[in-house]
C-alpha cells in the first residue's frame, strides 16, 4: 500500500482550491480541457487521479460549484466557443481565463505626466478626466456610508482596488462610519430581503411593529433597501394591507424567502429616492395628516435649517415660528417633539396633541 | 458578509498585488497589513495559512508567489500571477455605484465604470432598489472637506461652533478624525482651549477656517472606533438609565453590557458628555425610559420636560425612528 503523505490526506479549503485553480488557469495562454483541469489542480486531482466513476462525477460537481461561486466575484470561467481534441481523441469542452477577464483594468487620470507604474499584464486602460476623478472621490465619501453594514466590506475593498492605481481616491483610515449596532442574525435577515428585492420575490418574515407594541408574522413584498441615518430599512409591498409599508430591518427577526411563490411586479412609478432624507415620522405610506406646531426661538431655526416642516407663519418679535407637518407616524412625530419641552406646542389636530400632552404627563410623573 | 472564501480570496490576492507593488523586499508587520485589508490580525494569519498552505507543494504555476515569515511580520511577493487585484465583484460594484449615484455627475460615470471594472449591477437597476443616505447638506459638505483636507495637511482650523449651551465659540482645532455615527457627523479635534480632545457635531459648525499654522498629532490620542468611543470622554460622569421591559430588547443592541433588573427594565450606564444630548436621547423613549441617577441629571431632565431649559438642537439623526 502506498504511503500518503498527511498533506494529501488532509483536506483543502475552499480558498485554497480556488487560488490553485485561478493561478492554473492564468498560467496557460491556451484553452485547457476539464479533464486537465481536475487531473492537475490539487484538491480536485486527489479524488479525480484513480477514483472511481462516482468519485469523478462527485468532483465534476464540485468544479461546476465552484464555477458556479466564482462568478459571484466576477470571474466567469465558462467553456471557450471552440472545443479542443481531448485525451480519447474527442471533441470536448475546455477552458481560458483571459487576464482581462480576470484582473481590474488600469486606471489612469488624464493630464497626468511622468513615468507610468509597472503594467505587468495585457489589460485595458480607463482613463478618468480630472473632473470624473473629482465625482470619483466623492462617491468614496459616499461610499463610506455602508461602513460596518453588510455590505460595507465590499465597499472597503472596492475602494482599496480602486486605490492601487488612484491613490488618492479612498478615504483615509481616519474617516470612519458608524451604523447603529445590530444584533445577531442581522446578516441573514439582510442578505434574505436582498435577495427577494433581486429576485423579487416575497419574504415571510416576524415584525415588531412598534408604533402597536406587537410582533407579528408578515408576508412582504421589499421593493427596495435604503440605509439612512445609520438604519437599514425595507420599502415594501404589504398585501394583507395592499399598501407600502417601511420595515426597519433590526425589528426583524427572522425572515425567508418563499421561493415557490410567483414573482411579484414593482409598479413602474415607484422610486426608493421618494423615501430618502424624509424624516421618520414621514416613513410610511400611510395617508398623511397635517399638524400644525409652534416651535420657539432658536428650535424654530433649527427646524428650518434641517428643512422640516412648513412654515405657515412667523412669529414677530420672539423669533419663534408656525410649522406645518406632514405625519404619517404619530408616535415617531411625538417622540421627535418630546426634547423641545415648552418650546413646542401643537395646535392642531387635537388627537395629537392630547398624545403629546399625555407622554409629557408621564414623564412629569417620573421627574417631579 | 460573513467571512468566506469569497472575502478570502479578495483579500489574499488584493495583498499579493499590493506587496507585489510596493516591491520592497522588506517584511511587513501584522498589524499594518491588517489595518490595509481591514481585518483583525487573526484574520489576517488565517489568510496567510491559506498561502502558506498553497505554496507548501511545488505547482509551476504557483511557483512565482513568494511567502516567508519573519519576526513580528511577513514577506509576499509574486514575480507572476496575481500582481493586481482582481476585477469588481458583484457587492463591490454595487458599493461603487451606489456611492456614484449619491453625487452629482456620478450617474455617467457609474454607467461607465460599474461594468469596465467588474460585474457591477446595471445604475437603472441599483437606482430603482438601493438608496443611502442621508444627503449631506452642500454646507456640511464643505466644512466636511476643509475638516478632511485640514487633517491631511495637518493644519489648524479655526473655529465657530454653537455648542450645547447655544452660545457660538471660537476656538482653534487640530482635526484627527471625521466620523459618521447614526447619520450624523463628528469632527473628532484636539481644543486649544479646552486643551483635550472634543467631538464637534460637524452640522453645528457655524464657520471653519484653514490656518497656515501646522499641528503635531498628540501621540497620546485615542481615536474613535466605535460609537461608544463618541460618547466616552475621560471624567465624565455617568448617568444610570433604565429602559422598561417593553422596548429593553432593541436597547440591548443599541446599548450592550447593561443588566437586566429584576423588574425586566434594562440598565445601563452612559457617559455624560453633554447634559443636552444626553437628555434628548433619553427623552425621546418618553416615559419608557428614565434617568435613575445622579440626581443632578434627573432634577435638569425635571427641568426639560417642564419646559425650564432649551434644546439648542433638534435633529433627528442618531435617535431611534419608526
Known amino acids: 500500500m502506498t504511503r500518503r503523505s498527511p498533506r494529501r490526506l488532509s483536506r483543502f479549503s475552499k480558498a485554497e482550491r480556488w487560488l490553485n485553480l485561478l493561478a492554473f488557469l492564468l498560467d496557460h495562454r491556451y484553452p485547457v480541457t476539464r479533464e486537465e483541469i481536475l487531473s492537475q489542480v490539487a484538491d480536485y486531482q486527489r479524488d479525480w487521479v484513480g477514483g472511481s466513476e462516482s468519485v469523478k462525477e462527485s468532483v465534476r460537481r464540485k468544479f461546476e460549484r465552484d464555477k458556479r461561486e466564482l462568478r459571484e466575484l466576477g470571474v466567469v470561467i465558462e467553456p471557450v466557443a471552440t472545443q479542443v481534441v481531448g485525451s480519447g481523441g474527442q471533441a470536448v469542452d475546455a477552458y481560458l481565463l483571459k487576464p482581462r477577464d ?20 495585457p489589460l485595458p486602460t480607463l482613463s478618468l478626466k480630472p473632473d470624473e476623478y473629482d465625482i470619483l472621490r466623492r462617491a468614496a465619501r459616499r461610499v463610506l456610508a455602508l461602513g460596518d453594514s453588510p455590505l460595507g466590506p465590499s465597499a472597503a475593498s472596492a475602494l482599496r482596488k480602486l486605490s492601487f492605481d488612484l491613490p488618492g481616491i479612498a478615504p483615509g483610515e481616519e474617516d470612519l462610519t458608524l451604523n447603529a449596532p445590530v444584533g445577531p442574525g442581522f446578516e441573514q435577515i439582510f442578505d434574505v430581503l436582498r435577495r427577494a428585492v433581486e429576485a423579487r420575490l416575497p419574504v415571510r418574515c416576524r415584525y415588531y411593529a412598534i408604533g402597536r407594541d406587537a410582533e407579528e408574522d408578515r408576508v412582504i413584498e421589499p421593493y427596495g433597501l435604503m440605509l439612512t ?14 399598501a407600502i409599508r417601511v420595515f426597519r430591518l433590526d425589528r426583524m427577526r427572522r425572515a425567508e424567502l418563499m421561493e415557490d411563490t410567483a414573482c411579484f411586479r414593482v409598479p413602474p412609478e415607484f422610486s426608493i429616492r ?35 416642516g412648513r412654515v405657515v407663519e412667523a412669529l414677530d418679535g420672539e423669533g419663534g415660528a408656525v410649522f406645518e407637518f406632514d405625519v404619517r407616524v404619530p408616535d415617531a412625530f411625538v417622540r421627535w417633539l418630546l426634547p423641545f419641552g415648552g418650546q413646542a406646542e401643537i395646535l392642531e ?19 417631579g | 458578509m460573513p467571512d468566506t472564501a469569497h472575502t478570502r480570496i479578495q483579500r489574499l ?78 457587492d463591490e460594484g454595487l458599493a461603487l455605484v451606489l456611492g456614484l449615484l449619491g453625487v452629482s455627475g456620478g450617474r455617467d460615470l457609474a454607467r461607465r465604470l460599474g461594468q469596465a471594472l467588474g460585474a457591477a449591477p446595471e445604475p437603472a437597476e441599483v437606482e430603482r432598489s438601493w438608496v443611502v443616505g442621508p444627503t449631506p447638506e452642500e454646507r456640511l459638505v464643505r466644512h466636511l472637506a476643509l475638516a478632511r483636507e485640514a487633517r491631511d495637511e495637518r493644519r489648524k482650523l479655526d473655529l465657530t461652533y454653537c455648542g450645547a449651551a447655544g452660545e457660538p465659540s471660537r476656538r482653534i482645532i487640530h482635526p484627527y478624525q471625521v466620523v459618521q455615527a447614526g ?79 429584576p423588574d425586566g427594565r434594562y440598565l445601563v450606564e452612559l457617559p455624560v458628555a453633554d447634559p443636552h444630548w444626553l437628555a434628548r436621547e433619553v427623552l425621546h423613549y418618553g416615559a419608557e ?33 419608526t
Open chain 1, 229 to 242: 441615518w445609520g438604519h437599514w430599512y425595507c420599502i415594501a409591498r404589504a398585501p394583507d394591507r395592499d
Open chain 1, 274 to 308: 421618494n423615501y430618502l432624507d424624509r424624516p421618520p415620522w414621514e416613513l410610511s405610506e400611510v395617508p398623511p395628516r397635517p399638524a400644525r406646531v409652534r416651535i420657539g426661538f432658536p428650535h424654530s431655526r433649527w427646524t428650518m435649517a434641517e428643512g422640516l
Open chain 1, 102 to 121: 480576470f484582473y481590474l483594468p488600469y486606471l489612469e487620470l488624464e493630464a497626468v505626466s511622468g513615468k507610468p507604474a509597472k503594467r505587468p499584464y
Open chain 2, 289 to 321: 425610559a428614565e434617568v435613575l441617577e445622579p440626581d443632578w441629571l434627573r432634577e435638569f431632565m425635571g427641568k426639560m420636560v417642564r419646559g425650564q431649559v432649551q434644546l439648542t438642537q433638534t435633529s433627528f439623526g442618531g435617535t431611534p425612528p
Open chain 2, 183 to 261: 447619520g450624523v457627523w463628528y469632527l473628532v479635534a484636539w481644543c486649544e482651549r479646552a486643551q483635550a480632545v472634543r467631538h464637534f457635531r460637524a452640522e453645528r459648525v457655524l464657520e471653519l477656517t484653514p490656518l497656515e499654522d501646522r499641528f503635531v498629532p498628540r501621540p497620546d490620542f485615542r481615536p474613535v472606533r466605535r460609537a461608544s468611543d463618541l460618547l466616552a470622554g475621560e471624567g465624565h460622569p455617568r448617568a444610570r438609565v433604565a429602559f422598561s421591559p417593553r422596548i429593553a430588547r432593541w436597547l440591548r443592541e443599541r446599548y450592550p453590557g447593561g443588566e437586566t433588573a
Open chain 1, 349 to 367: 389636530p387635537q388627537d395629537l396633541r392630547d398624545r403629546l400632552e399625555a407622554e409629557r404627563g408621564r414623564l412629569r410623573a417620573i421627574y
Open chain 2, 13 to 90: 490576492v488584493s495583498l499579493v498585488a499590493w506587496m507585489s507593488q510596493r516591491d520592497t523586499g522588506r517584511p511587513l508587520r501584522y498589524p499594518r497589513a491588517a489595518r490595509y485589508l481591514g481585518v483583525s490580525e487573526r484574520t489576517l494569519r488565517q489568510d496567510l495559512d491559506v498561502l502558506a498552505r498553497v505554496t507548501e507543494a511545488y505547482n509551476p504555476w504557483l511557483a512565482s508567489l513568494r511567502l516567508a515569515f519573519v519576526g513580528q511580520g511577513f514577506v509576499l511577493g509574486s514575480a507572476g500571477k496575481f500582481r493586481r487585484p482582481l476585477r469588481l465583484s458583484r
